[in-house]
Every structure is written in C-alpha cells, then in structure tokens.
C-alpha cells in the first residue's frame, strides 16, 4: 500500500511540473505594436515558444467586446542550436480615433498581461505627433530604458522609432539576447507603437532576427517602407543594403525602385 501511495505521490507531482512547464511555454511574451497600413490600423506582436494553434487579442475600450485573430509563423534561429519560437501577429483595423483601449493577446493555453493604447487623433495636418527616436539599445546597460519606459507611461509619446542596432545582438546565445531584449522592450512596445529600421547589428543570417521579430507596414519584412502620422510622411530604408552586397544586390535594387516610386507618390498635389 505505501509502495503504490509513493508512486501515486510521484505521478501527481510530474502531472503538475509538466502541465507547469506546458504553460509556461505557451505564455505570450515580448508583446509590442506598430503601425498597420495607417495609423489607425495597429498589428500587435509576441512570441510563444511552443505553438499554440491560434493568435487571439481581446481588445475594446472599457473592456474586451472585441476579438481579433491573426496568424503565426515559426521562427528558426540561424544559431547552431536552431532554437525556435512562433512569432505571433494580429492586426486590429479601424480603431476609433483619439480613444483609449484595453487589449490583451495570446490563446486558450495562455494570455498575456493586460496592456493600454491610446489611438491617434484623425490624422491631419494640424496634428503635431509627440514622438521618440533613438538608435543603438542594447540588452545590457540600457540606461535610457527606464526613462522611456516612465515617459510613455506619463503619456509623452504617441509613438517611438528605433533606427537601428538592437540588443548588440539579437543573434547572440543562439538568441536569447533577442528575446531578451524584446522582452525589456515590452514596458515601452506594448503601449505605443515602435517602429524599427535595421542596422549593421541586425545582419546576421540575412537580417533574420529582425524580419521575424518586428512587424513594419508594406511587404518587405520591415526592411523598407513609408507611413504617415499628422503633416509628416516617415520613410525608414535598409541603409546596410549598400554594405553587405553578399547577399546580393536584388535587394538593393528592390529598395531603390520602392523609394523612387514612394516619393513620387508622397510628393503629388493631393498628399500634401
């Protein structure tokens, strides 16, 4: 009898460490937003380890009467490890503007902590957005962190761009030091959205990391491309497309061809 109480006592506490492991692997992290076709149109982002089947934010202003659901792609590290993780994205469209939403994202196996937008205004030429650009945060001794994440949290931005060089490296440990540094991101990513360009420190593995962790507006894997917030028309290019020709010039071709098409674009008599 205590021989068979023994190995009950045992199976119970590995049901509970692996239903705990399970979990945890399931849990939504590194949440962050950006910008969708428009400023009104917000994509929400975050990772899983293990795949969950379904991407599901909740969201609504006062409480979540909203549902939207998106899609998720694995994302294998170049590393020697090969460590994968789901990437997950859901856009929300046609927010209403100058309101303020609840939202929070994940699936039936786990959800995320509940996070706060503030949508734009409409979007018109009188409008002077409040915005934070930097370059060059790493995941240690990222002393300007704090302060961004106690600025946005006071309301003083309506969005942020970083231009470049991320963790120092996203790639490092097979990377961990990415998703780390999404990870410490979060307190600024998840309440406003924060538009990315790469730089040099992104160019392992053809810029993998970054394709797959951020999501910019347009069709090149936010390496290129334009939106429009009040009177200003922003437009975020790959300048290491002209450094690193080992992966070839196509895309660099590519770029040119979207940007000369783009100014042209932004440049009529009815988009100004």
């Known amino acids: 009898m205590q021989g068979d109480m023994a190995l009950f006592f045992v199976l119970v506490i590995l049901s509970i460490f692996s239903s705990t492991y399970s979990t945890v692997h399931f849990q939504?992290?590194?949440?962050?937003?950006?910008y969708g076709d428009n400023i009104h149109d917000i994509v929400v982002t975050w990772s899983?380890?293990?795949?969950?089947?379904?991407?599901?934010?909740?969201?609504?202003?006062?409480?979540?009467?909203l549902t939207a659901t998106g899609n998720s792609t694995v994302f294998v590290d170049g590393g020697p490890k090969k460590r994968q993780q789901y990437i997950h994205r859901v856009w929300l469209k046609n927010l209403i503007p100058d309101s303020h939403y609840m939202y929070q994202c994940g699936s039936r196996y786990g959800w995320s902590n509940i996070?706060?937008?503030?949508?734009?205004?409409?979007?018109?030429?009188?409008?002077s957005p409040h915005i934070v650009i930097f370059g060059d945060m790493g995941n240690e001794n990222a002393q300007s962190l704090s302060r961004l994440q106690e600025e946005t949290h006071r309301g003083l931005y309506d969005a942020a761009i970083h231009i470049g060089d991320f963790?120092?490296?996203?790639n490092n440990e097979n990377?961990?030091?990415?998703?780390?540094?999404?990870r410490q991101i979060e307190g600024v990513a998840a309440y406003i959205p924060y538009m990315t360009v790469p730089g040099n420190h992104e160019e392992k593995y053809n810029f993998s990391n970054y394709r797959a962790r951020f999501t910019m507006p347009g069709s090149?894997?936010?390496l290129w491309y334009s939106f429009d917030m009040g009177p200003v028309h922003f437009i975020g290019i790959e300048t290491e497309a002209y450094y690193f020709m080992n992966y070839g010039i196509k895309q660099l071709v590519?770029?040119?061809?979207?940007?000369?098409?783009?100014?042209?674009?932004?440049?009529?008599?009815?988009a100004r």
């Open 48 to 65: 899983t380890r293990n795949d969950t089947d379904e991407s599901i934010v909740e969201y609504g202003i006062g409480g979540f009467v």
């Open 220 to 222: 090149s894997e936010g």
């Open 167 to 170: 963790a120092y490296d996203m």
């Open 175 to 182: 990377g961990k030091v990415g998703d780390e540094f999404m």
């Open 254 to 270: 590519k770029q040119y061809e979207w940007l000369d098409k783009d100014l042209k674009a932004a440049n009529r008599p009815e």
């Open 115 to 127: 996070f706060y937008i503030k949508t734009a205004p409409h979007n018109s030429v009188e409008w």
């Open 28 to 34: 939504p992290e590194s949440v962050h937003l950006s």
